[in-house]
């Protein structure tokens, strides 16, 4: 079955450690984003990657690190520079940015708690 | 930034009642979308509609959109219990090239059996 794959579900993080929340989807897909959830506040962008080896930032990249060495792969690291970063993170993909259709495909999410 | 902003922030309703979401927003826009989140899961695409689309049904949803009020609706009909959720509207942002759909902050949902 084709979709996004995000590990892991629950992650315990130490103040000062950094973490890399996983992203894998099989739809062949061009672009991939993460999001990150707080309550309250809906969805804000993290990062985003329109084509292998190429992502830009959102609206809140700071204290986060993103590569996209392969098509199908798009982890996140949460540094020790992130402030405040116990959060839901939510990876999606589309078939690109902009599509006629430009519908977003979600994983699971994973849930960060900073100990 | 978000663009969209939903009204009510959450509603509470009996099963078999309809339920209404509104959304509004501040640019143009070429479409705009619905999703659907359960507690703790991902979100699910529900309908998109076209900038030059006034209203779009799927099943027991009905997604209205006013540009000229830049605002959307999304009307669920006969609410079930397990429509309990957290529905999002988002929007492209065409006069700012190709940039990802902005979510606005949800209408928390409860349809109680």
Redesign the interface.
């Known amino acids: 079955d084709g979709g996004i794959t995000q590990s892991p579900k629950y992650l315990f993080r130490k103040e000062g450690q950094n973490v890399t929340l996983s992203c894998e989807q099989n739809l062949n897909h061009d672009a991939m984003y993460w999001y990150r959830q707080d309550p309250g506040q809906g969805l804000r962008l993290i990062y985003y990657s329109q084509i292998v080896n190429d992502f830009q930032k959102g609206d809140i990249a700071e204290g986060y690190s993103v590569s996209r060495e392969k098509k199908e792969s798009f982890p996140l690291t949460v540094t020790s520079a992130q402030k405040n970063p116990t959060a839901f993170y939510l990876c999606a993909s589309s078939i690109r940015i902009w599509a006629p259709t430009g519908e977003l495909f979600f994983g699971e999410g994973s849930r960060l708690t900073v100990l | ?2 663009q969209g902003e939903e009204d009510p ?1 959450a509603l509470s309703i009996q099963e078999g009642e309809n339920a209404t979401m509104n959304c509004s927003y501040k640019t143009s826009i ?2 705009l ?1 619905w ?1 659907r989140q359960n507690s ?6 529900l309908i ?1 509609i076209r900038s030059n689309e006034r209203e779009k049904h799927s099943g027991r949803l009905r997604v209205t959109l006013d540009t000229s009020k830049k605002s959307s609706s999304l009307l669920i009909t006969a609410s079930r219990a397990a429509d309990t959720a957290s529905y ?1 509207c ?1 929007t ?1 942002l065409p006069d700012s090239g ?9 209408t928390r949902l409860s349809v109680i059996a």
């Open positions: 930034s978000q922030q070429n479409n979308q999703y703790g899961r991902g979100l699910v695409h998109l999002f988002a492209d190709n940039t990802p759909l902005v979510f606005g902050k949800g």
